[in-house]
């Protein structure tokens, strides 16, 4: 059974940044890659951001690369989104995901096919003009 908490989602204006942490708790059977994930009021869940917890590789939504860093503590068993000058299109609920390997799909594939098996209940973030 793998269980995770995000937080840090709050409100913030155009530029500004936040913070995202999910507390997760796993197994090495169960948690290969774990990712951040949103939804947007009307839309469709898009992969953010990605990370093989064992390597550190990571992977990115374009319209989120070079502001958004994602990033894990194995140690603690969390994950973390800093995520600098944010957009009001940035606002969304972000979910925090994880799964288990999985063979033949690379980490971006994985990101955009929003492929994972475990879900947080999501925070939200909003951003205002």
């Known amino acids: 059974q793998v269980h995770l908490v995000e937080s840090g989602g709050g409100s913030v204006q155009a530029g500004g940044s936040l913070r995202l942490s999910c507390a997760a708790s796993?197994?090495?059977?169960?948690?290969?890659?774990m990712a951040w994930v949103r939804q947007a009021p009307g839309k469709g869940r898009e992969g953010v951001a990605a990370?093989?917890?064992?390597?550190?590789?990571?992977s990115y939504a374009d319209s989120v690369k070079g502001r958004f860093t994602i990033s894990r503590d194995n140690a603690k068993n969390t994950l973390y989104l800093q995520m600098n000058d944010l957009k009001p299109e940035d606002t969304a609920v972000y979910y925090c995901?994880?799964?288990?390997?999985?063979?033949?799909?690379?980490?971006?594939?994985?990101?955009?096919?929003?492929?994972?098996?475990?879900w947080g209940q999501g925070t939200q973030v909003t951003v205002s003009s």
């Open positions: 990370i093989i917890l064992a390597s550190g590789i990571t």
């Open positions: 995901a994880a799964g288990p390997y999985v063979r033949g799909q690379s980490l971006y594939a994985r990101l955009t096919g929003v492929n994972f098996d475990y």
């Open positions: 796993l197994t090495t059977a169960n948690t290969h890659t």
